[in-house]
């Protein structure tokens, strides 16, 4: 665990994990950007792999690759002097991180969502900034033979690119019934579509779902698919205390005014305003399958009034199912992950909650974590750089 050394009455600061501080040692130094990531990403992904007690091995193995195939498609840093062309849908961190919260028998499993730039990225020669995705996912090919390309290219339209990427498919008709004949499918709003860079065959496909209600019921309505997706009421119980304990209310039985959004991540969803209220589903549709795997996302930004009040919320519930042997390592880590504040003293570095249950009838549950950094941009800037957390504008994605 990173050693957490007290500076003062209201600050406190997080000594480098042990597997970072020893690469660092041994990995040359490239340039300004390459050295800046590595502190600014490579740090927290380190802490959260120690927080989740994976092996001295596991750590290096993750870095390593971290080091060599992200942080090379990072882009430039942010600096005040330059503007890129094209802002992350991250903000000016262009990846986020997850924790998937372990079970009585597991261990949490740690994961970043990442979008790739390179130089030409929003420019006329890549107005879409497309291209470095590409790049990376093609020289991940010889690392990674089982990669597929197949599916990068988007499909012209909504309907057309679900016919050809699964024709027949059962559980996208079944998605496609639900969302034309349900009252509560009827409200649901599609935003994103993710897919698995795997042979199409095998390639799982996730299309994302906002929608203004978020009443149990609805919550009820849309998990089950209308009833058609098996969940008890127990099982709902269970999913219907998590919503509680993450929102701070228990008013969700009936619809009210969503909580009014944060305002340091409007511009971030300028063009999708609809995604700064209601509730996010996403619908999981594996090859050969008969029901998609539904999940619900809550925008843990929405609600509660900080980043502490939100985690300890996380590990009481965690606690009190039989999960809580990793809930002292989350609380000190996320602490680590906030240098430029106390967690009481603001929100928004845990932006979600993603609920599902698996087919073991377990609630698996994962948190979505956006840090906040402050390191100097090598030589360049004199003074630590703030990194302003998501403002950027959503408007493409391959995955959530």
Sequence with gaps: MACLVQKGPNQ???EPPKAWAALSKWLPSHNTEIDYWWK????????????????????????????????????????????RQWSSIFGAQPLDYCWKWNTATTQPDV???????????????????????RELLCCLQAAMPS?????????????????????????????????ETNPEGK???PFMLGIDHVKPAQSRLKFYFQTPSTTFSSAREIM???????????????????????TGSDTLSKQTAAPEYDC?????????????????????????????????????RHYRCDDLTVARAMTGWMEDHGRGQYCSGYLSMIEGLSPQRRLDEGKGMQSRLRCAFKENGKLDVTSYLTPEASVP???VASKKLVIPIRRATRRRGDGW
């Design 40 to 83: 600014v990403t490579g740090t927290p992904l380190a802490m959260m792999m120690d927080a989740a007690g994976y092996s001295l091995e596991g750590q290096y193995d993750a870095l390593l690759s971290h080091y060599h195939w992200t942080i090379p498609y990072l882009g430039c840093a942010p600096r005040p002097d330059v503007n």
């Design 377 to 379: 941009v090598g030589e």
């Design 111 to 133: 994961r970043c969502t990442m979008e790739a730039f390179n130089r030409f990225s929003g420019t006329k020669m890549d107005p879409l900034a497309q291209d470095a995705s």
């Design 187 to 189: 409200l649901l709003s």
């Design 224 to 246: 089950t698919l209308g009833g058609r997706v098996a969940i008890s009421e127990a099982q709902f119980q269970e999913l219907q205390s998590l919503i509680t304990a993450v």
């Design 12 to 14: 406190a600061t997080h």
């Design 264 to 300: 340091r991540y409007k511009d971030a969803f300028a063009n999708a305003p609809a995604l700064r209220s209601g509730f996010v589903y996403s619908f999981d549709m594996v090859p050969g399958a008969s029901l998609p795997h539904v999940q619900l996302h809550i925008m843990a």
């Design 147 to 179: 990669i597929d390309v197949s599916y990068v290219t988007p499909m012209s339209t909504w309907d057309e690119g679900l016919s050809r990427l699964s024709p027949g498919d059962e559980s996208r008709i079944a998605v496609s019934e639900f969302i």
